[in-house]
């Protein structure tokens, strides 16, 4: 009887159940009420006491057996079989790569970078670390002007000369010393100040300062740049205007507002009512800066002008909360999917 209970259990391992007709058949043949391990049962009746006790827990052990790989074959055809009714059509292409995309602020970066390339500007890149010199001196600012305070500004402790430049207009001193007119070159890059982080300032943001220096430049050219800028960048029928204003290192100065694109103008939180958003700051360059570059005023003129990078993107994009853009939710950056921000055209299409 022992024998018997091995070989069955031997037949049962080779069995391969692949299908549910196998399945089936292996009931019947093991489990089933007219099975081999029934069968079994039967003669074991007729055994005496003493075999009994050895043998039940043998045939017992058997059964069990049976039931688990019967039960568990069972499970993996009814998880599969879906799969089994449709099968996979090869033919089918393939998923393709999961491809990132640009972030917002390079996306703004590239597509104002290219409009200004386009009429002639140059890119010109420099240190995040400057000296006082050419983030303050060199720009007309005043010794005693705020914001060269610890305030508003991160100074290096090691060396309290140096500090993290607070606008890209640093690196246009570097190019004006470096160059001879005419200029014309644009700066992009990260700017720091020391302010609290709220959904309307950052301690770093990114700015584009451009800036023209040749004979006879005059505020139309500049008024004419802008126009060309705020057209390209924000469509033909965006209304613009210029607005007195005062920086160190440009005289006259404007600041630039372009019509609400939330409320069409008509007033809204965002532009706190009055139509009008400020996109930014420009002028002509004060004839001190131009000599603190070895340019002589008597001969050149030149305008500047500034603009913050997040700015532009929140109004092109309607996004109402600077932080996100440093956040990194997978979510908020994935909108951006397919933008290059190329000017060609169509250079936000999706
Ligand atoms: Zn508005």
Redesign the pocket.
């Known amino acids: 009887m022992m024998d018997q209970i091995a070989q069955l259990r031997e037949k049962m391992n080779t069995i391969l159940i692949e299908d549910k007709a196998t399945l089936e058949r292996f009931r019947q043949d093991f489990i089933g009420k007219k099975g081999s391990i029934a069968a079994l049962f039967e003669t074991f009746k007729q055994l005496p006491i003493a075999a009994k006790k050895t043998i039940g827990p043998l045939l017992n052990g058997l059964k069990n057996e049976a039931e688990k790989k019967f039960k568990s074959a069972a499970s993996i055809l009814e998880a599969v079989a879906p799969a089994i009714q449709q099968p996979v059509d090869v033919t089918l292409p393939a998923f393709g790569p999961a491809i990132g995309s640009l972030h917002p602020l390079t996306i703004v970066q590239n597509k104002i970078s290219s409009i200004f390339q386009r009429i002639g500007f140059n890119l010109a890149e420099g240190p995040e670390i400057v000296g006082n010199w050419h983030n303050f001196g060199a720009l007309n600012f005043p010794e005693n002007h705020p914001a060269r305070d610890l305030q508003d500004t991160f100074f290096l402790q090691l060396n309290p000369v140096q500090l993290l430049r607070t606008h890209t207009t640093s690196v246009q001193i570097s190019t004006c010393t470096d160059q001879s007119p005419p200029i014309r070159s644009i700066a992009v890059g990260r700017v720091f100040r020391n302010e609290a982080i709220s959904a309307r300032s950052h301690c770093f943001f990114h700015q584009v300062d451009g800036m023209y220096i040749d004979t006879a430049v005059t505020f139309s050219d500049l008024k004419g740049t802008i126009y060309h800028f705020v057209e390209a960048m924000f469509g033909r029928a965006t209304k613009l205007r210029f607005r007195a204003s005062y920086f160190p290192f440009t005289e006259p100065s404007a600041e630039v507002d372009i019509?609400?694109?939330?409320?069409?103008?008509?007033?809204?939180?965002?532009?706190?009512?009055?139509?009008?958003?400020e996109i930014l700051g420009a002028g002509m360059i004060d004839p001190n800066v131009l000599t603190n570059c070895q340019i002589d005023p008597e001969q050149y003129s030149g305008f500047a002008f500034g603009m913050g990078i997040e700015r532009i993107a929140m109004l092109l994009y309607q996004i109402d909360d600077l932080r996100l853009f440093s956040e990194n939710h997978l979510d908020f950056l994935r909108q951006f999917k397919g933008c290059l921000g190329f000017s060609d055209g169509a250079v936000f299409a999706k």
């Open positions: 019509h609400c694109r939330l409320c069409q103008g008509k007033g809204c939180t965002v532009c706190k009512q009055s139509g009008w958003v």
